[in-house]
């Protein structure tokens, strides 16, 4: 038997390539780089080769504009324009994430622990703290991450996407435990993040297999093909499709697989977070979008009713529960279910202008997502002393703060409108896109709750833009002295003579809230994050001609 070695179409590889041996080789520069040098040295590699990897993606936009795609390593990828499209949003969003992620207040200080490895408030992490040991790991998680995203819609087998799948996630798990401050809310986020995800892997592992028992295959091209064939085993099918279906709603953060959101959302560095929400949603509706449309047309019938069900309910539960909340990541968290709801509506539809519609909602809700996490890491506490403090995350610490810091609180509220769809603003474009994509393609009821749903959400954005402008911030309140000792009997247990126990309880200091001062890369990636909003929102034809001529998946 003659083994052949298989044509490898390297240069279509090449957005992919970039990024993972970018992330291999900066695992050894955390090796070999001294410890002074190692955060410029990681910073600078990892913004080349998301840059190059943007480069790459340029290169190949001609190509297969005029070829319709190809196919690499087999059947395992498939380069066609949606691909390329999503590429470059993942690519370009993780560049802007990444500016987050590598700033350090005007104290020194990144948004990750010192040693995320040592247990919280033991003396090792105080001594860590401070010798200013910096955490420069995130750099190649942050890769390897992207990497993964990269691979995640451009898979052509279901076993490709279960690697990409875990690819991605997997550093996703360690960045979400590597807070500096709320060390403990930060590691629980972790765990319940893993725990679910390792629930959601296993349950699209399972859905894997039943499909692969009907078909026969793991390719895309051959289940489609199989689906067009009735047989006993139509029950089989099903089950795995909705299986596999689960697995990738849970990456979207659709309910009902939803649940572990807001505390990740929360718990986790913010610049993780903004990354987190902007790139892993593209990638996951890169997939859902390729199996949807390619693999199980043939199961449009069956598969409705469940896509239907999913969008109504992650629309209205995303809406209605973030409208009760009390802190902003949490908010946040749940208008991202609710915009997951969305653009489902353009899934839904079923046609090209329905993928058009989903790509550039997408980028723009990606670029508002990060530049809005952006602004919530530099909203900080300070106490009586001047001492910065943590992030402050509670809605009533943000009263006021337009009138001290008009141009962050001006930023935080052009993307607020961008999520509400206030025209003149991406959002508002992206929102109509999938909401006509949805009228066209007979789901108007889904696009009619999809703007009564908007018009409920416009109500928790407005209401922060109030309080940020037209509310008075809260008294600065002195610490009060420390009240007389209370004298209180005691008993002893049994029985013995009582002892007088003297309770000094002491009121804490007051806290403020302020923007703190950093080396500026936040800054420069909140502008262009709102340049962006703007642009697409009063400019959008371009950027939509371009996406709508890439938007036929290679079948």
Same mark, same amino acid.
Request: aromatic letters at 10%; charged letters at 10%; a negative charge.
């Given at each position: 038997?003659?083994?052949?070695?298989?044509?490898?179409?390297?240069?279509?590889?090449?957005?992919?390539?970039?990024?993972?041996?970018?992330?291999?080789v900066?695992?050894?520069?955390?090796?070999?780089?001294?410890?002074?040098?190692?955060?410029?040295?990681?910073?600078?590699? @990892?913004?080349a080769?998301?840059?190059?990897?943007?480069?790459?993606?340029?290169?190949?936009?001609?190509?297969?504009?005029?070829s319709? /795609?190809?196919r690499?390593?087999?059947?395992?990828?498939?380069?066609?324009?949606?691909?390329?499209v999503?590429?470059?949003?993942?690519?370009?969003?993780? =560049?802007?994430?990444?500016?987050?992620?590598?700033?350090?207040?005007? #104290?020194?200080?990144?948004?990750?622990?010192?040693?995320?490895?040592?247990?919280?408030?033991?003396?090792?992490?105080?001594?860590?703290?401070?010798?200013?040991?910096?955490?420069?790991?995130?750099?190649?998680?942050?890769?390897?991450? #992207?990497?993964?995203?990269?691979?995640?819609?451009?898979t052509?087998?279901?076993?490709?996407?279960?690697?990409?799948?875990?690819?991605?996630?997997l550093? =996703?798990?360690?960045?979400?435990?590597?807070?500096?401050?709320?060390?403990?809310?930060?590691?629980?986020?972790?765990?319940?993040?893993?725990?679910?995800?390792?629930?959601?892997?296993?349950?699209?592992?399972?859905?894997?297999?039943?499909?692969? /028992?009907?078909?026969?295959?793991?390719?895309?091209?051959?289940?489609?093909?199989?689906?067009?064939?009735? @047989?006993?085993?139509?029950?089989?099918?099903?089950?795995?499709?909705?299986?596999?279906?689960?697995?990738?709603?849970?990456?979207?953060?659709?309910?009902?697989?939803?649940?572990?959101?807001?505390?990740? +959302?929360?718990?986790?560095?913010?610049?993780?977070?903004?990354?987190?929400?902007?790139?892993?949603?593209?990638?996951?509706?890169?997939?859902?979008?390729?199996?949807?449309?390619?693999?199980?047309?043939?199961?449009?019938?069956?598969?409705?009713?469940?896509?239907?069900?999913?969008?109504?309910?992650?629309?209205?539960? /995303?809406?209605?529960?973030?409208?009760?909340?009390?802190?902003?990541?949490?908010?946040?968290? +749940?208008?991202?279910?609710?915009?997951?709801?969305?653009?489902?509506?353009?899934?839904?539809? =079923?046609?090209s202008?329905?993928?058009?519609a989903?790509?550039?909602?997408?980028?723009? +809700?990606?670029?508002?997502?990060?530049?809005?996490?952006?602004?919530?890491?530099?909203?900080?506490?300070?106490?009586?002393?001047?001492?910065?403090?943590?992030?402050?995350?509670?809605?009533?610490?943000?009263?006021?703060?337009?009138?001290?810091?008009?141009?962050?609180?001006?930023?935080?509220?052009?993307?607020?409108?961008?999520?509400?769809?206030?025209? =003149?603003?991406?959002?508002?474009?992206?929102?109509?896109?999938?909401?006509?994509?949805?009228?066209? /393609?007979?789901?108007?009821?889904?696009?009619?709750?999809?703007?009564?749903?908007?018009?409920?959400?416009?109500?928790f954005?407005?209401?922060?833009?109030?309080?940020?402008?037209? @509310?008075?911030?809260?008294?600065?309140?002195?610490?009060?002295?420390?009240?007389?000792?209370?004298? @209180?009997?005691?008993?002893?247990?049994?029985?013995?003579?009582?002892?007088?126990?003297?309770?000094?309880?002491?009121?804490?200091?007051?806290?403020?809230?302020?923007?703190?001062?950093?080396?500026?890369?936040?800054?420069?990636a909140?502008?262009?994050?709102?340049?962006?909003?703007?642009v697409?929102?009063?400019?959008p034809?371009?950027?939509?001609?371009?996406?709508?001529?890439?938007? #036929?998946?290679?079948?």
């Open positions: 038997m003659t083994f052949t070695a298989p044509h490898v179409d390297w240069a279509h590889l090449s957005p992919v390539l970039i990024v993972l041996g970018a992330a291999a900066s695992v050894l520069l955390e090796a070999f780089v001294p410890a002074r040098h190692r955060r410029t040295v990681q910073l600078a590699f @990892s913004g080769a998301l840059a190059g990897a943007l480069v790459a993606v340029a290169a190949l936009w001609s190509g297969v504009k005029s319709g /795609g190809v690499v390593l087999g059947t395992s990828l498939i380069v066609d324009g949606p691909t390329l999503l590429q470059g949003t993942i690519a370009a969003l993780a =560049l802007v994430s990444l500016l987050i992620i590598a700033d350090r207040t005007s #104290t020194g200080e990144d948004a990750f622990a010192p040693s995320a490895a040592s247990v919280p408030g033991s003396d090792y992490e105080e001594l860590a703290r401070r010798h200013g040991l910096t955490q420069t790991e995130v750099y190649p998680l942050v890769l390897f991450a #992207t990497g993964g995203m990269l691979i995640f819609p451009a052509g087998d279901l076993l490709t996407l279960f690697v990409a799948l875990e690819v991605l996630s550093p =996703l798990y360690l960045l979400t435990g590597m807070a500096r401050r709320r060390r403990l809310l930060s590691q629980e986020a972790a765990m319940k993040y893993f725990l679910l995800g390792a629930f959601a892997s296993a349950l699209m592992l399972f859905g894997i297999g039943l499909v692969y /028992g009907y078909a026969g295959s793991l390719s895309y091209a051959d289940i489609a093909a199989a689906t067009q064939n009735p @047989s006993g085993l139509d029950t089989l099918l099903l089950v795995g499709s909705v299986m596999v279906l689960a697995g990738l709603l849970f990456k979207i953060g659709a309910v009902p697989f939803h649940a572990w959101t807001p505390d990740v +959302y929360q718990g986790a560095p913010t610049p993780i977070t903004g990354f987190m929400a902007a790139c892993t949603k593209v990638a996951a509706f890169g997939a859902l979008l390729r199996v949807v449309y390619t693999v199980i047309p043939g199961l449009q019938w069956d598969i409705d009713v469940v896509l239907w069900t999913v969008t109504i309910l992650t629309m209205v539960v /995303g809406t209605v529960i973030a409208m009760v909340q009390t802190d902003m990541k949490r908010l946040l968290a +749940y208008s991202s279910v609710a915009h997951a709801g969305f653009i489902l509506t353009g899934v839904v539809a =079923l046609d202008a329905g993928v058009s989903v790509l550039f909602y997408l980028l723009v +809700y990606g670029a508002a997502t990060i530049g809005a996490f952006g602004v919530v890491w530099l909203v900080r506490e300070r106490d009586a002393d001047g001492v910065v403090l943590g992030e402050a995350t509670h809605l009533s610490q943000w009263a006021g703060i337009g009138r001290r810091h008009p141009w962050h609180a001006g930023a935080f509220a052009l993307f607020l409108f961008s999520f509400a769809g206030i025209p =003149l603003t991406a959002g508002f474009v992206g929102k109509f896109g999938v909401f006509s994509a949805a009228v066209d /393609g007979g789901a108007w009821p889904l696009a009619l709750l999809g703007v009564l749903a908007s018009a409920g959400a416009a109500f954005y407005v209401r922060i833009v109030v309080l940020m402008f037209f @509310s008075d911030a809260p008294a600065d309140e002195a610490p009060a002295a420390a009240p007389a000792p209370v004298e @209180s009997d005691v008993v002893l247990e049994g029985g013995a003579t009582p002892a007088v126990a003297t309770l000094v309880a002491e009121k804490a200091p007051a806290l403020t809230t302020t923007v703190v001062g950093t080396e500026g890369f936040a800054a420069i909140i502008a262009l994050c709102a340049v962006t909003t703007i697409l929102g009063v400019f034809t371009p950027v939509l001609d371009a996406i709508s001529h890439m938007s #036929t998946f290679l079948p």
